[in-house]
């Protein structure tokens, strides 16, 4: 990774060389994998395993910025690729945005382009979701205690973590469909201490007119109740945003032993 520079990126070669020393790296080249080259695309299945293959490896021009790697009209690809309706396609975005609608579409896609990996996967591509990998920039800093950042670029990029096991199947999957799980549970318990939130203060807003001698409010009242209690709840999170966020420039300095609800009644007025 370390003979990855700007001079060997321009020469196609020099590319190709650093791209399959990199798959050597990364265990593609083990022989426990068919793979199956057309152009610049490389399909990866397991052996015996048939079906669509659940990877595909795709060579593209070296880039210096991820941003350069994913625009639609950059001739990103190392070769153009003819498409079945006799199209042709330059760009590695536009090539994914192709593969994973085809008939046989993989999961994933790795883009190997230079210092750069790009991993998309196919329900995710669409919404403008993907990872991308700076090798040079990991191999710089050469962070190599247990876990450091070397050790999580492999763990992204590595076969075991990409390619397919003897069933076919990929680990990014799983972690991918446990994340998901996970936010499903965060967002359930976020829902539930809204609606409780809500209710403490629509429960002060009724108590406080109790006091006061105040009738009860109608019946056709209690959503406009409810709205301005999620509204009021929304106020108080930006202004504790705020006054944890001095960069922002909102609220003034606190002045010392000021209490957090001094502080937010100074940041709103």
């Not at 399909?43 to 659940?54: H, K, L, N, Q, Y």
């Amino acid at each position: 990774m370390g003979g990855l520079t700007e001079e060997g990126q321009s020469d196609p070669a020099a590319a190709r060389a650093f791209t399959h020393d990199l798959l050597d790296v990364l265990g593609y080249h083990t022989g426990e994998f068919t793979l199956d080259a057309d152009g610049p695309l490389t399909r990866v299945s397991t052996v015996g395993v048939t079906g669509p293959a659940p990877l595909v490896l795709i060579q593209a021009t070296p880039v210096t910025a991820l941003d350069d790697l994913i625009d639609k009209d950059a001739k990103t690809l190392a070769e153009p690729v003819e498409q079945p309706d006799g199209s042709i396609i330059t760009s590695v975005a536009r090539q994914l945005s192709a593969l994973f609608v085809s008939d046989e579409a993989p999961q994933f896609a790795l883009v190997l382009a230079g210092r750069w990996c790009l991993i998309a996967e196919q329900e995710r591509w669409p919404e403008g979701r993907y990872l991308g990998v700076d090798l040079q920039l990991v191999t710089e800093r050469n962070d190599t205690k247990r876990g450091g950042e070397l050790d999580r670029a492999l763990a992204c990029l590595d076969a075991a973590s990409l390619a397919p096991d003897a069933d076919g199947n990929i680990w990014w999957s799983d972690v991918l469909a446990d994340s998901v799980k996970h936010t499903v549970g965060v967002s359930e318990d976020l829902r539930e201490g809204v609606r409780r939130s809500v209710e403490i203060v629509a429960d002060e807003v009724v108590n406080r007119r109790a006091a006061q001698g105040l009738p009860p409010l109608p019946q056709d009242q209690a959503q406009v109740l409810a709205v301005q209690s999620l509204r009021y709840l929304y106020r108080i999170l930006f202004l504790l945003y705020a006054e944890a966020s001095p960069e922002l420039g909102c609220c003034p300095p606190a002045p010392v032993n000021t209490t957090p609800a001094m502080a937010l009644t100074d940041c709103a007025s």
